[in-house]
């Protein structure tokens, strides 16, 4: 492609900006450049202004001046103008001189026989003229015409034919040829006849034969089609021919596409004659500037439009096998990748396959890009990301360890030790420093590395050597300090000894600089790296500051690591060929200093691998601990870092094989191990599997797992009333699993409700435990607010809406949940934020939603919706509180999915609901509708009412309790017969997913009436207790307060005084009692005949306590009291003896008559629960009255 081309993409891609794949069209273009390629030109922008900012051009004279040329071109829009109007003087030139050539041919006059008789038709001219058509070029066409009308051809027109058709023409050679068969043809009259048999022995294409010569081909096809538009060959007899030429080089090459030069040809020089063909860029010019471009109209639209669509077919399989060859590329890619990473190199074979690919689709890629614009079609767009995703595939693959390979130092410290370095270009400014210092890991492979290493092991004086090399260099060293500055030796020696100082990172950097400033000679270089090979073998601990030295100079002074990677390289090889069981710190050091080298990408990653394949090949005695100290050198970076991860591995594995099979000694087992796990270690967090008793298990799995399964519903229900219920702990324990449904899926709570709604017929208490556990964790939930706890509230609110729904909870347990979520711990004061709810705390808004969501469709008829309505204003005032609030600016904005599921949720329930707009509207109508309240509760009894009081209980038997028992075994909040007092408002009835929850009963509507006061009556039950309380004034507020606090006050004075309590007789301690025992004297004395009361009498005589007896007379005021307390007692006690025996006796009174009563009366049978056949679980929300009844559990 011409330059002048490529300036037409840029002006292209700046005036139309972004030009839909042009940017594709221009990185292919430049390849054809000269002197440029795809790498060396990085196009960011598709603007003509911005490519010299995007554009980074090599440094050569010849790009930058083609760089310029572009800039040039892509700023005036003259070029192209001058470039289309050009393209539209050459086609309107073209199509006018092909009209004239077929008008010349449609009406030629030929010479007749006499005047051909007159030439010259000897043998030898003819023949002579002959041989020179078949050797036909361009150069000789005026010769030949020339020749042709002094001869007379007549008798062998049908060789001249033949060597035309034969003849090995170039692509510039054509229109010359057509000029000369337009010549034969006007001559003579048979000429077109032969030629035509001619074109069409060589031109049938057969289905199974491969086109033996491509090339010719090629410029056959263009041959004859210009034979066919000049008029050479008539239309009805040349153009099936060449339709099926075009069709069997289409079809039959849809897959591997080796006739697409051939095509290309064809749409280039003949595609603008039988296909009506504008190049894209022409085209695009063309629109742009509004001149059109002339149109050849040698076949009529109808047969160019069949053309096309047979090209476009061609190319659209075209872009599938590009898209199909760029995967196998990126695959075959892939396992190059993986295969550098095990083994280190790729066999030739394989390089010859990847060789023999990139230049397959090389060639599909600028066949297609040509075909684009050639046919005016968008280029595929190649998927850029596959080259990513390869290139971290390997990065991310088979880590089973999880080991994170991205990450591969320990901490920041480590990383920033080994890999930021002081900035030498601020000590050296005029310095630049090189691209690329790091030694080429693809020129060294382990099939070198092998061949070294055997060709070191059959030298039999290898040892003596490798001992000449360090000598040779100390040598040279020494030479050269003959002849140095005393001075800089001096200061040399003071800086190498004072370098086993440099124990940490500023230390060693400020060594480097100075090293750098004051000793970079050659012959200090060449010392300074005898020094740092000659460390001290116990000083273990410089190694990695040594080796930051060296990264430190070795963007200026490559050598330094290039000499002491050599040296240690050869050392290594040392001790490996000597096998001696000595010198191992000397080994330690070696194989330990080649680890630090790698970690500073000193030392080929390659070549360090292969250190630990040699040591594990031999992998005995020393060679042991060399490969642990390796590992636990370098060995974390190899296993994390992506180009080793792989080879690492296996060498790991291969390590830990060899340990198992051989006997080692205890001391190499353990150290074999710590490198391991150093290098890999395991995971320190391990699931554990909570034991539980097999019966536990088997309740966890029918109700988490055989539940979710819909035909093993009836199977589970019965499992479940198998169990035995009467064993404390397994009931606890199954009533615990049907509590906790954030166990099971979400979509299968409903499950879980349906079956504790079916097991609750069979085991009563289960259902009230499980409500009570459901509400007591909602609870807990609000109180804790634990964000990892967010899914488990969702279950267990969403859990609760579904037992509402099949009748195990009642209405006005849903709405205190519902005033709990929005009420619990919320101050609504925006300057005093709660602890329990902040204002980021959105999640109870959710929960809200999902509640509403689950069961909130029922409450549309009676008192229930008329709750519900009151509700949502509370809800909407809790929801323009969090929205109001100050942290939500411009920058922080409040969640719109919070919003929209507000919004949603409320839009669904009530549909013609105005929702308000502000927090203040929120506050305003709660504040009315509290107005409203409280002039309801406020509001004094009638006199009527008053003196009316309640009705008597009419008592009922038979057939009206069994009817009344009916109909109060639906809830207020769920009767649906009454209908809505909007009708205009969608009702539930109406919904496809409600099921039919009407009840027909059998009773009067007075009857209904009544159970519908009843109810009334109940609701109202809350606000009973404050119905006659009036409001009080001002006054007497202020007196109760008052009030209040001093009886406050009062109680704490009397908590802080002692009172003891007084005792109205002591008892006599026991050891008196016992000591009771009469003394001589009273023994001696003779009995007194006198009624006499006993008593103790205690005295104190300082701390300690003495005892008398004292002997009173009946008829004393002392004893007589006594006497007469103790009556009062005994009487008591008799009188509530008696009290008790009568009332057990009326109550075994009251127990008779009911059982009489009930023997009388007829049994009260639950008809629905007679009626309900076996239970299926229904879709969509459960009609709880047509399955359960009435149900109700005592709290």
């Not at 034979?227 to 030429?245: C, H, Q, R, S």
């Not at 519903?713 to 009931?731: F, G, H, I, K, Y």
């Not at 309790?961 to 539930?988: F, Q, V, Y």
Request: net charge negative.
């Amino acid at each position: 492609m011409t330059d002048d081309k490529f300036n037409l993409r840029v002006h292209e891609m700046d005036e139309n900006g972004e030009g839909n794949g042009n940017s594709t069209i221009l990185e292919e273009n430049i390849n054809t450049l000269p002197g440029l390629s795809k790498e060396s030109l990085n196009i960011n922008t598709t603007t003509g202004k911005e490519i010299a900012e995007d554009l980074e051009v090599s440094t050569t004279y010849a790009e930058t001046a083609v760089l310029d040329k572009i800039i040039d071109d892509s700023d005036s829009d003259s070029t192209e103008e001058k470039v289309l109007l050009n393209y539209v003087k050459e086609a309107e030139l073209r199509i006018s001189s092909k009209m004239e050539l077929r008008l010349k041919n449609q009406t030629a006059q030929r010479p007749d026989e006499t005047t051909l008789g007159k030439l010259d038709s000897s043998l030898k001219k003819n023949t002579a003229y002959v041989r020179k058509v078949r050797n036909f070029t361009a150069t000789q066409l005026d010769s030949l015409i020339k020749d042709m009308t002094s001869l007379n051809l007549s008798k062998y027109i049908s060789e001249v034919a033949v060597a035309l058709v034969d003849t090995k023409l170039k692509l510039t050679d054509v229109p010359a040829a057509v000029s000369l068969c337009s010549e034969l043809h006007c001559t003579y009259h048979e000429f077109s006849k032969v030629l035509l048999e001619h074109w069409v022995k060589t031109l049938t294409l057969k289905k199974d034969e491969k086109i033996a010569n491509p090339s010719k081909l090629r410029v056959d096809l263009r041959f004859y089609g210009d034979l066919v538009t000049t008029g050479i060959f008539p239309y009805k007899e040349a153009l099936p021919l060449l339709g099926n030429v075009l069709t069997m080089l289409t079809t039959l090459d849809k897959e591997e596409h080796n006739n697409i030069n051939i095509i290309l040809s064809f749409c280039k020089h003949c595609g603008e004659d039988y296909a009506g063909l504008v190049p894209r860029t022409i085209r695009l010019l063309s629109d742009k500037y509004g001149i059109p471009v002339p149109r050849s109209t040698a076949l009529p639209p109808e047969k160019q439009k069949n053309v096309r669509g047979l090209l476009k077919d061609y190319y659209t399989s075209l872009c599938k096998h590009l898209h199909k060859e760029y995967g196998e590329v990126q695959a075959f890619e892939r396992q190059n990748r993986r295969i550098l990473q095990t083994k280190g190199e790729l066999s030739t074979e394989r390089k010859e396959k990847g060789e023999v690919l990139a230049a397959s689709l090389q060639r599909l890629t600028n066949g297609t890009n040509s075909f684009a614009e050639a046919l005016d079609e968008t280029l595929p767009t190649v998927p850029e990301d596959h080259i990513n995703r390869s290139q971290d595939t390997i990065a991310n693959s088979e880590t089973e360890e999880g080991t994170a390979t991205s990450n591969l130092w320990e901490d920041e410290e480590t990383q920033r030790f080994y890999q930021d370095f002081p900035n030498i270009q601020e000590f050296l400014p005029n310095f630049k420093i090189p691209k690329e210092s790091t030694p080429h890991e693809t020129s060294m492979t382990e099939e070198k590395l092998d061949e070294d290493l055997k060709e070191d092991e059959l030298e039999e004086e290898s040892t003596k050597d490798y001992e000449s090399i360090p000598t040779t260099e100390v040598e040279d060293i020494d030479d050269t300090e003959n002849n140095s500055n005393i001075s800089s030796k001096i200061l040399l020696d003071a800086f190498l000894s004072h370098l086993p100082n440099c124990v940490n990172r500023e230390m060693i950097d400020n060594a480097a600089i100075e090293f750098l400033m004051n000793h970079n000679t050659k012959h200090h270089r060449k010392k300074l790296v005898k020094i740092l090979f000659g460390v001290p073998r116990t000083r273990l601990d410089l190694l990695p500051f040594y080796s930051r030295l060296v990264a430190i100079l070795n963007p200026i002074m490559p050598e330094l690591s290039q000499d002491l990677s050599y040296l240690l390289k050869y050392d290594f090889k040392y001790h490996i060929r000597k096998k001696d069981q000595i010198n191992i710190e000397s080994k330690i050091k070696v194989i330990r200093f080649i680890g630090e080298l790698v970690k500073f990408n000193l030392y080929s990653k390659i070549e360090g691998l292969y250190c630990l394949k040699v040591l594990l090949h031999d992998f005995t005695h020393h060679h042991i601990e060399m490969a642990c100290n390796f590992l636990e050198s370098c060995g974390r970076y190899f296993f994390r870092n992506p180009d080793t991860h792989q080879r690492t591995k296996i060498y790991l594995e291969q390590m830990m094989r060899k340990k198992a099979v051989m006997a080692l000694d205890s001391r190499y087992v353990t150290m074999i191990e710590n490198a391991f796990y150093h290098v890999n270690p395991p995971e320190t967090s391990l699931l554990k599997i909570k034991e539980r008793p097999p019966l536990y298990q088997f309740i966890r799995h029918i109700l988490y797992q055989d539940l979710m399964q819909h035909e093993k519903e009836d199977q589970v229900l019965n499992q479940m009333r198998a169990l035995p219920w009467d064993e404390p702990l397994v009931s606890a324990y199954a009533i615990k699993c049907l509590t906790n449904a954030f166990n099971v899926k979400y979509y299968h709570i409903k499950t879980l409700a349906n079956l504790l709604a079916g097991l609750v017929d069979h085991q009563e208490f289960v259902g009230a435990q499980v409500v009570d556990g459901v509400l007591e964790d909602i609870r807990l939930g609000i109180e804790i607010n634990l964000l990892k706890m967010n899914q488990r509230r969702v279950a267990m609110v969403k859990y609760l809406g579904e037992l509402y729904n099949y009748r195990m909870v009642e209405s006005s347990d849903i709405f205190k949940v519902f005033y709990s979520l929005i009420s619990l711990g919320v101050t609504f004061e925006h300057d005093s934020p709660s602890f329990i709810d902040p204002p980021d705390n959105l999640f109870r808004i959710r929960l809200v939603c999902v509640l509403l969501e689950t069961c909130g469709q029922f409450f549309t008829h009676g008192l229930s919706k008329v709750r519900l309505d009151y509700f949502f204003v509370y809800f909407q005032n809790y929801y323009w509180f969090k929205f109001s609030h100050p942290m939500w600016t411009q920058d922080n904005q409040f969640p719109i999915s919070i919003h929209y599921l507000f919004r949603d949720t409320i839009s669904a329930l009530r549909p013609n609901i105005t929702l308000m707009t502000s927090f203040e509207e929120s506050k305003a109508a709660v504040y009315d509708l509290q107005v409203k309240f409280m002039a309801k509760i406020g509001k004094p009894m009638s006199i009527q009412d008053q003196e009316e009081g309640l009705e008597t209980i009419m008592e009922i038997h038979g057939e009206e309790l069994t009817e009344d028992w009916e109909l109060l075994s639906s809830e207020e909040d769920h009767d649906l017969n009454s209908p809505s007092p909007d009708p205009s408002k969608s009702t539930l009835s109406s919904s496809p997913n409600f099921m039919e929850r009407e009840r027909h009963h059998s009773s009067k509507s007075g009857s209904t009436k009544e159970w519908t006061d009843d109810n009334e009556i109940e609701d109202s039950d809350e606000i009973s207790d404050v119905q006659n309380e009036k409001p009080l004034s001002q006054d007497d507020e202020d007196f109760q307060n008052a009030f209040e606090k001093m009886v406050s006050d009062n109680i704490q004075e009397r908590m802080k005084e002692n009172v003891k309590p007084q005792l109205a007789d002591i008892s006599v301690p026991i050891h008196i009692k016992n000591n009771n025992k009469k003394t001589y004297e009273q023994l001696m004395e003779p009995d007194q005949n006198e009624p006499v009361v006993n008593f103790t009498l205690m005295l104190r005589k300082g701390n300690k306590q003495q005892y008398k007896n004292l002997t009173v007379p009946t008829d004393s005021e002392l004893a007589q009291n006594l006497r007469s307390q103790e009556e009062a007692e005994r009487m008591e006690k008799e009188k509530v003896k008696q009290l008790t025996l009568d009332i057990n006796e009326r109550l075994e009174e009251e127990d008779y008559q009911d059982t009489l009563a009930q023997i009388q009366r007829p049994a009260i049978v639950n008809l629905n629960r007679e009626r309900r056949s076996k239970y299926h679980h229904p879709k969509g929300a459960p009609d709880a009255d047509l399955i359960f009844g009435r149900k109700k559990f005592p709290r």
